[in-house]
């Protein structure tokens, strides 16, 4: 008759334990440093400029908020201050200054999910 009790009580408490564990799938914030989320920034910042009408490439100013969520891989929501350079598409391996003039930056948050063991990268959403 104990084990009635019991049981239902030790269940919950486990799938609690459980929970705070492996997580609740829950969006969170990363390290803006983070080898994973930088992969995914890069890859959104080329796709960014590869399909931009300008003739110019953007950088990354400044990271702004980086967001990490486990899903079947790792989705990734980084928002990010960018700005145009002086360099044209196609000069990708060049170091590239940032134009300087105050009304040049813009915000953009891109979300990415990786999944690197299958070497897979998407670029869901890009709002700027």
């Given at each position: ?7 239902p009580v030790f269940s919950a408490v486990f799938s609690v334990g459980l929970g705070g564990l492996a997580g ?105």
């Amino acid at each position: 008759m104990m084990w009635k009790i019991v049981f239902p009580v030790f269940s919950a408490v486990f799938s609690v334990g459980l929970g705070g564990l492996a997580g609740d799938g829950g969006i969170s914030n990363i390290d803006i440093s983070n080898e994973g989320m930088l992969n995914a920034l890069n890859y959104a910042v080329v796709q960014h400029n590869q399909g931009s009408n300008d003739l110019y490439l953007s950088q990354v100013v400044k990271v702004i908020d980086a967001k990490a969520q486990v899903v079947a891989g790792m989705k990734y929501v980084i928002t990010v201050r960018m700005a145009k350079t002086p360099c044209r598409k196609g000069s990708e391996n060049e170091v590239c200054a940032i134009y300087q003039e105050p009304a040049m930056p813009y915000q953009c948050t891109f979300t990415v999910w990786s999944r690197p063991w299958i070497n897979d990268i998407q670029l869901l959403k890009e709002t700027c």
